[in-house]
């Protein structure tokens, strides 16, 4: 790049040269760069000319110019100008002098009492800036004349930090800066003095800038081994000491008002403290505590400034920070911060507090995972402490008041009761809060394989937490067996540590049951057999944790033992195997066996497992009996599927994301296995029940809840009566006043027991109806799935019609099934009917049947729709679902007689109906989208319908209205172009239908109305584009037949229209009838003629 810039600035004019000046304050940084390149480039060109005078003067300028500029506002002048300052003094040392650039900068940025304040203000930047770029420029260190100028910057920084307070930390930074390139022996008899004399008095009444400097000054005399400034003579010169260090919480204290940027006084003191080869444990404890935990996080004057520049410190001193040191920083103020800002979205700091545990967990990832282990097992009684707390003389009185009875003390037991309540919601809370940072973390720490080791520790704490408890071993496993696996385990150095397996205090049912659902979250998103899997390891340390004699929170029972050790069998047998089927068994007994140790899950997962076992013992009987015939292995395979799927069915019917990803991972895997009986399986979940429609269904659900409620007030009367019995024998043996009150009490409690009852039966019937929608959507999950990967399985085709159907009876009144009915349309539109790639059937001859017998189901289905079913979704789904199916069974051809009367009784019903519901979509997306099959199909059906008159055959009636008859001859001129009559079979069709459409075409081009007025303009442009594809085709298929089409283009030409677009049509239709082969290469001309005129 350089030589390149060398070759480019000879030529280089002066106006172009001036030009990077300006160029200097671009914001944009690329731009200055490669101006101030530019720049150096064409002084050293000039350097190099034999007369030196030329490069004398621009380099002269060059340097005033950019002094000058250092006082510029404008954009990033001031980064601009003292970056190229800093290179034109390190480019030519010997044309430039150091003290004559310091003269000319302090003369130029010269500060007078007469100038406006925004004018000092410029000028004292850009005397900053300026002093800084000879620092920079790397020449302050190379002979004794260049420190003493080094020593000038400096004592010239010193005094610009006396001018303005906003001032003096950039000024002090700049001290601490150039101060490196200061030689220690003139520090002592230069500087020392100088430095000295600003850090005068008490240290507690130092500003944040003196803080600043003392620290850096200190490092400075620790990194030089200065013996000879002592602390006893220098006391301001070495802070950072155990007994300065409380006196530097005030003034630090008002340096975080510039939070989010964090002060350099907190920079140099804890990177002096960090900076040393062995830290010094004590003392950065002592300033964490002072400086951190004290002053800024103290509950009585911490704001959101100070709690935000503690997190921040926290950042910044993670990384060089011992294990030992790091917990002991980890102090109830800065916990109870980090806690109150993660768990609230509504917090100022809480994005600021998610990115220092993010920080924590990248940068120290053991010790995050113990911080929160331990907050686990054990908050902080700061985090779980209520507000207001009593001290102990206060505790003490409470406990004499208890004791010595009374109403006093029965509102003291119960003041008690309520604050043990609230330290349990707390420390519940305070554990949820540690569980979600865990858990979040270690999802992403199972998917680096680097960290094996402390994913799986955090693992087995998480495990041991979700399934066992610490006490006394179990009793259930054998003697045998235990032996064998605690000889196996013992001395495991992945073993849990004894301090995380009891908590304090012992976990609720709540928390436990969050830990659960949390955990097979986790194995549920790195599904796979392998043993990397998080399932496989989860199930393994499980599987450790019980050979190790940890006991379960509830025992199993022998038999259920028994089928847990069948389990891990069946697990250790499959782990080696590669197949997919293989690997889809693995995961369900994973799982399952997960289920068995969770007491709650306990017994959904005894039945599943049993006939996962038989589901599995049938197939590898059937594999292995390979010497029977087909028809028995087939017998077998189907029970054996079926099975599986309705396991599949049940463990989707678990209220469980994680079940719910580990059985739509297993049918994908199991999807070459699936049979008729599995899919009828599936599709009998989202299939309507009944037949009727939504509306009869909701006045059938009106009818029986006016019939509760009667035999609700029913019940509530007969109570009453028992009621008033009770209390008239009691108000025979007491004061009738009170057996009045009594009676009308108890008629009140019945009443609203009977309300409160209603309410709940309510709530569980709406409940239950929302269970049963999640588990349709979760089916249609799964045929999704086979939808997207059978899309050429025969078998796809029977969800065609089960879809389709269950989709129809979903009124548009029926607001709770919204969600199923868009997913159903998803489905069938999306994933079934408009897939490139269709089943074949030419060999499947029973697929072929009931493929047929699906779409005559549905076309009769479209004709008699319901009017409560949206128009517009049996339009479109309707027209996709029909289009699908026939281009299934097109390429069938002894179904083509079938086929071709189906399409015709919809023609029949769309064209010669009044108000067919049948879409008309239907049609034009055939003869668009498969413009040969709508030849076969299309054209006989709307052929008879537009002959019907001339043909006079009573089984097709002709057109219902002229619309309909226009809409029919539409779509026959799309249909019959050349192009798509090119096959036998086609041109077939088309010899067949010619002759009456021609007869049909000629009746309508001639008839008039009682008028005597001819057809519309609309009506004839439809009628006259027929007959161009008409003539173009004919004269394709047949061109010796010219009589017929003579005929037809004399009585187009006798057409009397003032439309040009009609006009044009007729010369259309006329020319092509009139041209043979011979005339083809006339046309040619007409056409360059044509153009060669409109381009004129």
């Known amino acids: 790049m350089g030589k390149k810039l060398k070759q480019e600035a000879p030529a280089m004019d002066r106006n172009d040269f001036l030009k990077l000046f300006w160029t200097l304050a671009e914001s944009d940084v690329a731009a200055r760069t490669t101006a101030a390149a530019q720049l150096i480039a064409q002084l050293q060109h000039l350097q190099q000319q034999k007369d ?50 310091l003269d000319v900068l302090l003369e130029a940025m010269e500060v007078h009492a007469n100038m406006k304040g925004m004018e000092q203000r410029e000028h004292m930047f850009g005397r900053l800036f300026g002093l800084l770029a000879l620092h920079r420029s790397g020449r302050l260190t190379q002979d004794e004349d260049a420190q003493k100028i080094t020593v000038a910057i400096v004592k010239e920084l010193l005094e610009m930090s006396k001018w303005k307070k906003w001032l003096r930390e950039s000024c002090v930074e700049g001290v601490l800066t150039v101060l490196s390139s200061v030689s220690p022996k003139l520090f002592v008899k230069e500087l020392v003095s100088e430095c000295s004399a600003l850090l005068t008095g008490d240290v507690s009444a130092f500003n944040a800038e003196q803080v600043a400097l003392a620290v850096g000054i200190q490092h400075y005399i620790q990194e030089h081994k200065l013996k000879e400034l002592s602390d006893a003579k220098y006391p301001a010169l070495h802070l950072v000491r155990r007994k300065h260090i409380h006196s530097l919480a005030e003034p630090l204290k008002l340096s975080t008002s510039c939070y989010p940027r964090v002060h350099s006084a907190w920079f140099g003191i804890f990177g002096h403290l960090v900076s040393r080869e062995a830290i010094d444990a004590e003392l950065f404890q002592e300033a964490w505590n002072v400086l951190v935990e004290n002053a800024l996080l103290a509950p009585a ?16 001193v993670l990384p060089s920070l011992p294990s030992a040191v790091l917990r002991a920083i980890l102090t109830p103020h800065f916990v109870k911060c980090l806690l109150n800002n993660t768990s609230s979205k509504k917090t100022i700091l809480q994005e600021a507090a998610r990115h220092c545990l993010k920080v924590f967990a990248t940068q120290q990832p053991a010790e995050f995972f113990h911080f929160f282990q331990r907050e686990f097992i054990k908050p902080m009684p700061s985090l779980v402490e209520i507000h207001g707390d009593d001290d102990e003389e206060q505790k003490k009185e409470l406990r004499k008041t208890i004791k010595s009875g009374g109403f006093d003390a029965i509102i003291a037991i119960e003041e008690e009761r309520e604050r043990v309540a609230a330290v349990g919601r707390k420390t519940a809370s305070v554990r ?53 696996a605690s000889s196996k385990n013992k001395e495991s150095k992945d073993a849990l540590d004894a301090s995380l397996r009891q908590p304090e205090p012992a976990l609720s049912s709540n928390v436990r049951g969050v830990v659960v659902k949390r955990l097979f979250s986790l194995v549920s998103a790195q599904l796979s057999s392998e043993t990397t899997g998080a399932l496989h390891t989860t199930f393994t340390i499980a599987q450790d944790l019980l050979a190790s004699g940890d006991a379960l929170r509830v025992p199993l029972s022998s038999e259920d033992q028994t089928l847990l050790s069948s389990v891990q069998g069946h697990v250790a047998s499959l782990s080696s195997e590669k197949s ?3 690997e889809a068994f693995a995961l369900l007994f994973m799982s399952c066996g997960l289920q068995l140790l969770d007491a709650d899950q306990r017994s959904e997962a005894l039945s599943v497992v049993a006939d996962l076992e038989k589901c599995f013992s049938d197939l590898q009987t059937e594999q292995q009996k390979k010497k029977k015939s087909k028809k ?85 009367e007969e109570e009453v009566v028992l009621s008033s019995v009770s209390d008239i024998a009691d108000a025979l043996r007491s004061d009738s006043a009170l057996a009045e009150l009594h009676r009308e009490d108890q008629t009140l409690s019945a009443i609203a027991g009977q309300v409160k009852d209603r309410a709940a039966a309510k709530k569980n019937a709406k409940k239950q109806r929302t269970q049963v929608l999640h588990f349709k959507l979760r089916v249609l999950e799964l045929l999704a799935v086979y939808a997207t990967k059978c899309a050429t399985q025969p078998l796809v085709l029977q969800l065609v019609t089960p879809l389709f159907q269950g989709l129809l009876g ?108 049948f879409p008309r979509g239907v049609f034009d997306e055939l003869v668009t989208r498969f413009p040969r099959l709508s030849v076969q199909l299309v054209l006989p059906a709307l052929g008879a319908i537009a002959a019907a008159d001339e043909a006079k055959k009573k089984d097709t009636p002709s057109p219902v209205d002229e619309f309909s008859r226009a809409e029919v001859f539409r779509l026959l001129s799309l249909t019959l172009k050349p192009k798509h009559v090119a096959e036998a079979s086609e041109q077939k069709v088309f010899t067949q239908w010619k002759t009456p459409l021609r007869t049909a075409l000629l009746g309508l081009l001639g008839q008039k109305d009682d008028k005597q007025e001819g057809l519309k303009a609309k009506r004839l442009k439809v009628y006259l584009s027929f007959a161009l594809q ?67």
Do not use: C
């Open 301 to 316: 004057t911490a704001t959101h400034e100070r709690k935000g520049l503690a997190l921040k410190l926290f950042e910044l």
């Open 810 to 917: 979903i009124s548009n009144a029926d607001v709770e099934q919204r969600v199923l009915k868009e997913r159903l349309q998803s489905v069938l539109l999306h994933k079934l009917v408009k897939s490139k790639e269709v089943p074949s059937l030419v060999s499947e001859k029973d697929a072929a049947a009931q493929a047929l017998t699906s779409l005559q189901t549905i076309v009769e289905r479209l004709k008699t729709v319901k009017a409560s079913v949206d128009k517009d979704l049996v339009n479109k789904v309707g027209t996709g679902v029909v289009v699908y199916l026939l281009r299934v069974l097109g390429p069938v051809e002894s179904l083509a007689d079938s086929l071709r009367t189906v399409v015709r009784d919809a023609a029949v019903d769309t064209f010669t109906k009044k108000h067919s519901k």
């Open 580 to 582: 997919t089927t293989e």
């Open 52 to 101: 030196s005078t030329p490069f004398d003067d621009d380099v002269q300028y060059t340097l005033k110019r950019l002094v000058r500029g250092l006082a510029s506002s404008r954009d990033a002048a001031r980064q601009g100008f003292s970056a190229a300052l800093s290179a034109l003094l390190a480019a030519f040392p010997e044309a430039i002098s150091l003290q004559s650039t």
């Open 432 to 484: 949820l809060w540690a569980l979600d940072h865990l858990l979040t973390e270690l999802t992403e720490l199972v998917q680096k394989p680097e960290q094996r080791e402390l994913s799986e520790q955090v693992l087995r704490f998480v495990v041991f937490h979700a399934f066992f408890v610490a006490g006394e071993a179990a009793a259930t496993p054998t003697k045998k067996k235990t032996k064998k």
């Open 632 to 716: 028995s292995k087939d017998e077998d395979k189907v029970d054996a599927v079926a099975v599986l799927t309705d396991l599949l069915l049940s463990l989707l019917s678990q209220d469980s994301s994680a079940m719910r990803e580990i059985v739509t991972h297993v049918f994908k895997l199991v999807i070459p296995l699936l049979n008729a009986t599995s899919i009828q399986s599936l599709v009998a979940v989202v299939a309507p029940e009944e037949t009727e429609d939504g509306e009869k269904a909701a006045e059938n659900e009106e009818e029986d809840e006016d019939e509760d409620e009667a035999m609700e007030e029913e019940e509530e």
């Open 1030 to 1096: 008409l003539v173009k085709t004919w004269r394709e298929v047949a061109p010796k037949e010219t009589k017929p089409l003579s005929e037809l283009v004399s009585v187009v030409e006798t057409l009397e229209t003032s439309s040009p677009v009609i006009k044009q049509l007729i010369k259309q239709v006329a020319s092509a009838a009139s041209s043979t082969d011979n005339a083809k290469p006339t046309q040619t001309p007409k056409k360059k003629r044509k153009r060669s005129n409109a381009d004129e």
